[in-house]
């Protein structure tokens, strides 16, 4: 009997540890966009360093950190700007210098979001399924899902990118108080992260955030059933809140949560709204969903421009 020639696919790629173990801090992603789009040889100028006012591992992390939140897009080694990159850190953009959380809660949305370049944290947040962990759960897990793709992972890579993750979203306590990294990492404000008992233990914040503005929910919810070739003019709650890559996964909220962010922008917004059949709650939009949440976005950020004026 002859062997079938039907070949399994081959294994999806990852991406780990390009960060070179600097998690993102304050200014690097402005200062990275304003320097490419002045010259997008910037990351390859052997004067980066002193342009950047980093080390030269700094200046690979700076040009990683801003691919992976996607305000600029490499083509042949060149960096420029992505369409999101202008509207959130041009000089007239939605929050150049991300004073606002929400700028913060969006950038943390378009790093997780498909194309990923950051796989560590897509499993972090989309398939790990601890509430409360140690260290060495979640290093555990994620070696057992890198063994999914194509390619050996260093152990090393691996736990570099759980120390990254943690330092990047949780206050690192000492005696003293938190440490310089956790006061020089603006993702720690989102308290998405918590280090609980005895330090050696972290815990996701689940339920709504008192920093996440209901119109980033729902833009992001909508920017979800884009990317999803979703072709009817509806999403179900319970999509947005629990399937990987969701709303719900990414800022760690409920149904009840995206509801009632849906139904307080919806208020303003009438093109969208919650239906309900027998049931079954959905978000229901009368456009297409992408450019429905640009407007969303473009609305709220120029209202915070107008109060702060």
């Avoid at 310089?180 to 720690?188: A, Q, V």
Wanted: charged share 25%; proline share 6%; with cysteine.
């Amino acid at each position: 009997m002859a062997k079938s020639s039907v070949k399994a696919p081959p294994k999806p790629t990852a991406i780990f540890a390009r960060h070179e173990t600097f998690h993102p801090r304050f200014g690097w992603l402005k200062k990275g966009y304003d320097l490419a789009v002045s010259d997008p040889d910037i990351f390859l100028q052997e004067d980066a360093p002193v342009l950047l006012g980093v080390g030269k591992n700094m200046v690979r992390s700076i040009r990683y950190w801003c691919g992976a939140f996607k305000v600029l897009e490499e083509r042949d080694r060149h960096s420029f700007p992505t369409a999101f990159g202008q509207q959130m850190l041009d000089d007239e953009g939605w929050d150049p210098f991300l004073e606002n959380p929400a700028s913060l809660w969006l950038l943390h949305w378009n790093l997780l979001k498909e194309p990923c370049t950051a796989t560590a944290w897509a499993f972090t947040f989309n398939q790990f399924a601890a509430t409360e962990f140690t260290t060495e759960n979640l290093r555990d897990d994620l070696q057992e899902y890198a063994e999914g793709f194509s390619g050996k992972t260093a152990d090393s890579s691996l736990k570099k990118d759980v120390s990254c993750i943690l330092r990047m979203y949780a206050e690192q306590e000492s005696k003293k108080g938190p440490t310089e990294d956790s006061i020089d990492c603006p993702f720690t404000e989102l308290r998405l992260l918590y280090n609980v008992g005895d330090g050696r233990r972290y815990e996701f914040q689940v339920g709504p955030k008192e920093t996440l503005p209901a119109e980033i929910v729902v833009a992001a919810c909508l920017e979800f059933a884009h990317a999803s070739e979703n072709e009817s003019s509806a999403m179900g709650i319970s999509r947005l809140a629990h399937l990987p890559g969701s709303p719900g996964r990414v800022f760690k909220l409920s149904e009840a949560a995206i509801a009632e962010a849906i139904e307080q922008v919806a208020r303003q917004h009438k093109y969208l709204y919650i239906s309900d059949s027998a049931g079954l709650q959905q978000l229901q939009y009368d456009s297409q969903p992408d450019v429905m949440a640009e407007a969303i976005l473009d609305d709220y950020f120029a209202a915070q421009r107008v109060a702060i004026s």
